[in-house]
């Protein structure tokens, strides 16, 4: 089976500080996305960054950005100068052939 | 663009109850999925189309689930009839070019 893992159940950082969320995933296709979504405490589930598995270059959107390792299989996600906002849950998720596998997530905290 | 749109956001309704969940895409998205959100069970899929046509629906737990399409700007999803077990969130999600975007998911309890 395909699987996403995201090994740790909790995270917490302290505001303005850094902070990076793990997530390693297991495929057999060649062409695949890689995806970290953001569920707030409001449940909608909001696209944070989006990396192409062909692209060597990590995709970055502001203060979120990734380190894609394709031959480790490893993706993560790392928030720069978190903000109190940034409190939520976070899915690691691979798509291929049009859907999407999705982690159990982690629930990171930003104390103030 | 408005995003995916669902209704109704909140639903509470009783035992053997007919449920429909409402869904209109994003324009110009060709794909549609349904997901089903529970503590126990993290994101579900429950069901996709590709332009308006159903690929997959091995995710729909039983056949009190049913889904449609009519057409490229509304989909539904119904319960008939619901039980307590059904009680979760409900996401609608469209994508284009194998990215998703979800609706704000409906809360269903079914009491």
């Known amino acids: 089976a395909q699987t996403v893992t995201q090994s740790q159940p909790e995270m917490s950082v302290q505001e303005a500080e850094t902070v990076t969320l793990s997530c390693t995933y297991d495929?057999?296709?060649?062409?695949?996305?890689l995806f970290w979504y953001k569920q707030p405490p409001s449940r909608q589930m909001i696209l944070v960054i989006r990396?192409?598995?062909?692209?060597?270059q990590n995709a970055t959107e502001n203060r979120f950005s990734v380190n894609f390792q394709k031959a480790a299989k490893s993706f993560s996600l790392k928030i720069s100068d978190s903000q109190l906002g940034d409190t939520a849950m976070y899915f690691c998720?691979?798509?291929?052939?049009?859907?999407?596998?999705f982690g159990k997530g982690i629930t990171l905290s930003v104390r103030p | 663009d408005a995003g995916v749109i669902q209704s109704p956001r909140h639903e509470v309704t009783e035992m053997g109850q007919e449920v429909t969940l409402r869904c209109k895409p994003i324009?110009?998205?060709?794909?549609l999925f349904w997901y089903r959100q529970t503590m126990m069970r993290g994101l579900e899929l429950l069901i996709y189309?590709?332009?308006?046509?159903?690929?997959?629906d091995s995710g729909m737990p039983e056949d009190r689930f049913s889904a449609k399409m009519p057409n490229a700007s509304f989909s539904t999803l119904k319960i008939q009839p619901s039980e307590p077990r059904d009680s979760a969130v409900y996401f609608c999600?469209?994508?284009?070019?194998?990215?998703?975007?979800f609706g704000p998911g409906t809360r269903l309890t079914v009491l």
């Open positions: 495929t057999s296709e060649s062409n695949y996305y």
């Open positions: 999600a469209s994508s284009v070019e194998d990215t998703q975007y």
């Open positions: 998720a691979k798509g291929a052939n049009s859907k999407l596998t």
């Open positions: 990396q192409e598995a062909y692209k060597q």
């Open positions: 189309f590709n332009n308006n046509v159903p690929i997959d």
């Open positions: 324009s110009g998205h060709d794909y």
